[in-house]
T-cell receptor, first 111, second 113 residues
Framework: DVKVTQSSRYLVKRTGEKVFLECVQD?????MFWYRQDPGLGLRLIYF???????EKGDIPEGYSVSREKKERFSLILESASTNQTSMYLC??????????FGEGSWLTVV | QKEVEQNSGPLSVPEGAIASLNCTYS??????FFWYRQYSGKSPELIMS????GDKEDGRFTAQLNKASQYVSLLIRDSQPSDSATYLC?????????????FGSGTQLTVLP
């Protein structure tokens, strides 16, 4: 079974804090993704990566950065958290051109 | 802007009925189409993929694809209360790119006992 693990499931952070969301996959997938999901807005792509140290912006990269130092790990960084970044964050991975598998999600509240 | 559009619903059907979920997409060159199911508070899980025009059946689920009309649908036969969820249509609008899928905003389905 494909396993995409998001270590932090529920977080509460203060405005201005730096936030790290970690994601690990165990299927040797080349591609990894970070989405956020908000009511009425659906799934929106923040960043994706197709190889170690490679990254590309998605539709809403502002306020976020990512890091992929190892193939299995893809981190999402909020440099200075703001209340409008309160959301559910979903990590996903896939082999080239194949099905995307999602982690369980990280619920972030910024107060 | 490349898009994937779905009726947001909510769609309500009685138990045992056929639920029909629809999705249109903007790019004629798209080749891969997926339906994900998402229960409240959970992450999306894949239920069907389809790549060729026509119908593809898997148990109570049938995906239908019409590339000429840029339309993909999901039929759920003998709907059960456990099918109540949000259904996300996903399309590969960026063929050849690792970016892969663009998701619709989802249709919320409620199956009434």
């Amino acid at each position: 079974d494909v396993k995409v693990t998001q270590s932090s499931r529920y977080l509460v952070k203060r405005t201005g804090e730096k936030v790290f969301l970690e994601c690990v996959q165990d299927m040797d997938h080349e591609n990894m993704f970070w989405y956020r999901q908000d009511p009425g807005l659906g799934l929106r792509l923040i960043y994706f990566s197709y190889d170690v140290k490679m990254k590309e912006k998605g539709d809403i990269p502002e306020g976020y950065s990512v890091s992929r130092e190892k193939k299995e790990r893809f981190s999402l960084i909020l440099e200075s958290a703001s209340t409008n970044q309160t959301s559910m964050y979903l990590c996903a991975s896939s082999h080239r051109g194949n099905t995307i598998y999602f982690g369980e999600g990280s619920w972030l509240t910024v107060v | 802007q490349k898009e994937v559009e779905q009726n947001s619903g909510p769609l309500s059907v009685p138990e045992g009925a056929i639920a029909s979920l629809n999705c249109t997409y903007s790019d004629r060159v798209s080749q891969s189409f997926f339906w994900y199911r998402q229960y409240s508070g959970k992450s999306p899980e894949l239920i069907m993929s389809i790549y060729s025009n026509g119908d593809k059946e898997d148990g109570r689920f049938t995906a239908q694809l019409n590339k000429a009309s840029q339309y993909v649908s999901l039929l759920i036969r003998d709907s059960q209360p456990s099918d109540s969820a949000t259904y996300l249509c996903a399309v590969n609008l960026y063929a050849g790119s690792a970016r892969q899928l663009t998701f619709g905003s989802g249709t919320q389905l409620t199956v009434l006992p």
